[in-house]
């Protein structure tokens, strides 16, 4: 993956704040495959600071705002569905068809991607929820 070694937090790629590794093994090889970063709690508390920042905006977008950003995600994993099921089943050892989708039971955490489930959708709208509470 090409941001291994990076964390994904306020709309940027940042690196660690410590620099420790982790190394992912093929366990159908049990050869290496690469190595991923592993954050600290000091990135976990930049990264909860970023959503608490970013929930005061979130929270006030309308279902369609939330729906098209759906899309946009839905989108994006179909183009990047090979490259992910070519990753998740190196680092599982799962079958490739099955690592891609394609084969065995339905995913239990997939979006309804058609445009009539993505308006269907009813979406919470948390306005006046304090996002500095634990």
């Known amino acids: 993956m090409k941001h291994a070694h990076k964390f994904y937090i306020d709309g940027k790629w940042v690196a660690p704040s410590v620099s420790k590794t982790l190394e992912v093994i093929d366990p159908s090889t049990k050869q290496p495959m690469g190595t991923i970063a592993l954050g600290s709690a000091a990135d976990a508390e930049k990264a909860v600071a970023a959503a608490r920042r970013a929930f005061a905006s979130f929270s006030q977008t309308s279902k369609e705002e939330r729906v098209e950003l759906l899309k946009r995600i839905v989108t994006i994993l179909k183009r990047r569905n090979d490259e992910l099921g070519d990753v ?7 079958p490739l068809a099955m690592a891609r989708g394609r084969a065995g039971p339905p995913r239990r955490c997939s979006f309804r991607a058609d445009d009539q489930g993505l308006r269907e959708l009813r979406l919470p709208i948390y306005a006046g929820l304090d996002p500095h509470r634990a």
Not at 88 to 94: N, T
């Open 88 to 94: 998740i089943s190196r680092e599982m050892g799962a």
